[in-house]
């Protein structure tokens, strides 16, 4: 399963917002399994969302956008997927009801710019956001699963966590993710690397990567991950300890020569 | 000046990692009136470091990439750089130089995978790297500017200061970047959407955003934005506050209906 994360508003691409949500969206499809490639941050035009969106649809099974989906003039995520889908833009009734409901709670009336807040592609369905008033937006396109979340993190991890991570767990056979680490000092980056393109060149499938910690009593402090998706928690276990087995045994041999 | 951030790396797509990279280049990249228009999170992939630095080619003026030019096998982006602009995979001697005599404070030896860090596109210019090993890398490519700097913070930022932002200043005319705010209580932004609706339809070229930053005393507050480019810096400021006056008075209206 390969996903895309397409982040949508100007105020990150010009850096007065550092942009957290495609990092926690990330860590939680990580979880699931779900391999992300590619994390996009896109401004606030119509003509882009469009292009990116088709992008996104010839080449993920998942797509996740954030931002975009409240009132304002510039909130036009929910009207360009209608577009890059070929679908009518339509009012919603049941996130129409959603809209008036949250309204409700919070003492405010129905205008034409929150009754834009219910209007999805005619093929979608509404995730409920109980901590905004927008709602999230799920659709299908050809097998690929669409999910539009709101910018507001709260709101994002809110739905999230309440819709998209049900669907997700529904629809897909788990996979498993375990990452694996052994933290070594005094060696450098440029030291290990020769050892650890012998382990990615023996066991291509499985991602090792060096983490330079910063230097501890003079030398240099480095963690190496080692990291893995499959079908089977036991046989990842193994796989992992495997590797960090004969790293460790590589590694003394070195120190050895 | 359009400009595209290229963020490179598996273990932000991951998660693992927060990318602050590109928030720091894009805040860098506004205050020089260089606007971003697209930031991509890609993995350590050469095929897709490739497509991707093309792709960046038929839209950008510039091009700023970070990440992956380290020494270990995952480290790629240098190779793949000169890949997507056909240009020859070389030692160049500046580059070398800097790597020795960085090595040598460090009281390391040379070797392959260090010898590889002074690798760069034939066409190529080092930049470099007082806080790390690997020089930055600049290379022209049909008028467009491309650097790739180091992933790791304050390596990209020292090289960054001292030398991408010169010779940015040094080949473009400077633009400027200028942003009004007025901050408002008890109206929500579905209130405001009106009001700000009419603002970007009369002053197309500039960039109006509200911003709620929760609520105090049971009312929301709300920042209103306005921001925009331009050749002179006079202009900008009189017309962010002709703009920021019209808001007001607009706010002041609607309070008396």
Same mark, same amino acid.
């Not at 396109?141 to 669409?146: E, L, Q, R, S, V």
């Not at 501890?216 to 990842?236: C, F, H, Q, R, W």
């Given at each position: 399963?390969?996903? *895309?994360?397409?982040?949508?508003?100007?105020?990150?691409?010009?850096?007065?917002?550092?942009?957290?949500?495609?990092? *926690? $969206?990330?860590?939680?499809?990580?979880?699931?399994?779900?391999?992300?490639?590619?994390?996009?941050?896109?401004?606030?035009?119509?003509?882009?969302?469009?292009?990116?969106?088709?992008?996104?649809? +010839?080449?993920?099974?998942?797509? $996740?956008?954030?931002?975009?989906?409240?009132?304002?003039?510039?909130?036009?995520?929910?009207?360009?997927?209608?577009?890059?889908?070929? =679908?009518? *833009?339509?009012?919603?009734?049941?996130?129409?009801?959603?809209?008036? =409901?949250?309204?409700?709670?919070?003492?405010?009336?129905?205008?034409?710019?929150?009754?834009?807040?219910?209007?999805?592609?005619?093929?979608?369905?509404?995730?409920?956001?109980?901590?905004?008033?927008?709602?999230?937006?799920?659709?299908?396109?050809?097998?690929?699963?669409?999910?539009?979340?709101?910018?507001?993190?709260?709101?994002?991890?809110?739905?999230?966590?309440?819709?998209?991570?049900?669907?997700?767990?529904?629809?897909?056979?788990?996979?498993?993710?375990?990452?694996?680490?052994? +933290?070594?000092?005094?060696?450098?980056?440029?030291?290990?690397?020769?050892?650890?393109?012998?382990?990615?060149?023996?066991?291509?499938?499985?991602?090792?990567?060096?983490?330079?910690?910063?230097?501890?009593?003079?030398?240099?402090? $480095?963690?190496?991950?080692?990291?893995?998706?499959?079908?089977?928690?036991?046989?990842?276990?193994?796989?992992? $300890?495997?590797?960090?087995?004969?790293?460790?045994? +590589?590694?003394?041999?070195?120190k050895k020569t």
């Amino acid at each position: 399963m390969k996903s *895309w994360i397409i982040v949508i508003g100007n105020e990150i691409l010009i850096g007065r917002v550092l942009d957290t949500n495609s990092n *926690w $969206i990330a860590k939680k499809l990580t979880e699931l399994g779900i391999k992300v490639e590619r994390i996009l941050v896109i401004p606030d035009e119509e003509e882009t969302i469009v292009d990116v969106l088709k992008e996104a649809c +010839r080449h993920a099974d998942i797509i $996740i956008s954030t931002g975009g989906l409240g009132p304002t003039y510039d909130d036009i995520t929910s009207e360009a997927l209608a577009k890059a889908l070929n =679908q009518k *833009w339509v009012v919603n009734k049941e996130a129409l009801n959603m809209v008036k =409901q949250r309204l409700k709670r919070l003492n405010l009336e129905l205008n034409e710019y929150r009754i834009k807040m219910a209007k999805m592609p005619e093929k979608a369905k509404p995730l409920e956001n109980k901590v905004g008033v927008a709602p999230g937006i799920y659709v299908e396109y050809n097998n690929i699963k669409i999910f539009a979340l709101p910018g507001v993190p709260s709101e994002m991890k809110h739905i999230y966590l309440n819709h998209v991570e049900k669907i997700l767990k529904r629809i897909f056979k788990r996979k498993y993710y375990r990452e694996d680490k052994i +933290r070594v000092k005094g060696y450098t980056e440029s030291t290990l690397a020769p050892i650890l393109n012998k382990i990615v060149t023996k066991y291509p499938d499985v991602y090792v990567k060096s983490h330079p910690l910063g230097v501890v009593d003079g030398k240099p402090v $480095i963690d190496i991950v080692v990291a893995s998706y499959g079908n089977d928690e036991g046989t990842l276990k193994n796989k992992n $300890i495997t590797i960090i087995n004969e790293i460790r045994k +590589r590694l003394d041999e070195s120190k050895k020569t």
